[in-house]
């Protein structure tokens, strides 16, 4: 009497739900730590370069993990 054991493996990970965690992950990054008004200017224009509305959002927390700012 012979037993044939087969064993299927998955991650159970979608690489699609992979690569969209890691653009979350990189817009937060640039967000958090880069930002000085390029993603208001989308709208804002110049103006959003001056008032810098994420960078004050996020000044403690950039401070915080050690992003250069000032
Ligand atoms: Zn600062």
């Known amino acids: 009497m012979s037993q044939e054991q087969t064993t299927i493996t998955s ?4 690489k699609i739900a992979i690569a969209v965690l890691a653009l979350v992950f990189g817009f937060g ?17 110049e103006q959003a370069f001056d008032e810098m509305f994420i960078h004050e959002l ?8 050690g992003f250069p700012c000032h």
Do not use: E, P, Y
């Open 11 to 14: 991650s159970g990970v979608s």
């Open 29 to 45: 990054l640039f967000v958090v730590g880069f930002d000085q008004g390029h993603i208001f200017s989308v709208v804002m224009g």
């Open 58 to 65: 996020t000044h403690d927390m950039r401070h915080a993990a």
